[in-house]
């Protein structure tokens, strides 16, 4: 449990200056000061902001959740059987596996859909259709090797 | 695969809350395991087995496991 101790300490650390650093970047990119960016419509820009904002609350609610599971050993514990517990494992393999054939195939038939109509869309989801197919193809050739 | 998980339990006068925590697994896996929707790793059935101090054998029911 000691070891599993030190890694939350360590995933706090991380998220805290990861937390910092999105809110330092966010901050130049919307104030123009550093770097000159584009006007945007108000919805990309809404959307920035709301993204934005959702990280960093998901990101304190991590960082929240690990220092309450660090005060207690019984809450750590928790969160160890939480974080590992085989059947949830299970499930998000299969999850992953099967969500990310299925995103490839519907992307593929979304760039066949689209090159009736419009040309921008047939490439970028064709783009897509192929990076989700590569990087399919590379973990499963990755895992192949390695178990 | 069926189990004699919810007799051993009871026996012991245990919940599966319980039981999860002591087998380092959450309470839904042992729900599964016990509603015979999830097979238990090897490595979780000997930590059940040895739990209630019996033999995975003793625990686990493998009559309807297909035999190749």
């Known amino acids: 449990m000691e070891k599993f101790k030190a890694k939350v300490q360590k995933r706090v650390l991380i998220l805290s200056m990861t937390v910092l650093f999105i809110g330092v970047i966010y901050l130049i990119l919307i104030s123009g000061l550093v770097i000159d960016t584009p006007t945007v419509p108000d919805f990309i820009r809404g959307f920035n902001m709301g993204a934005f904002a959702g990280v960093e609350l998901i990101l304190v609610f991590f960082i929240v959740k690990y220092f309450v599971a660090m005060k207690k050993e019984d809450n750590l514990k928790k969160l160890y059987i939480e974080e590992n517990d085989e059947r949830s494992k299970l499930i998000l393999e299969k999850t992953g596996a099967f969500g990310m054939l299925v995103f490839t195939i519907l992307c593929a038939i979304g760039a066949i859909v689209a090159g009736f109509f419009d040309e921008t869309v047939f490439y970028t989801l064709l783009c897509v259709t192929a990076l989700s197919a590569i990087i399919r193809g590379a973990f499963k050739i990755y895992y192949h090797m390695k178990l | ?68």
């Open chain 2, 1 to 68: 695969m069926k189990t004699r998980i919810p007799e051993l339990r009871k026996q012991h006068k245990l919940s599966q809350e319980e039981l999860a925590y002591a087998v380092g697994v959450t309470r839904q896996t042992i729900t599964s395991l016990e509603c015979g929707k999830y097979t238990a790793s090897l490595v979780l059935a000997y930590k059940i087995a040895k739990y209630f101090g019996l033999t995975i054998e003793e625990v686990f029911d493998f009559s309807d496991v297909e035999e190749m």
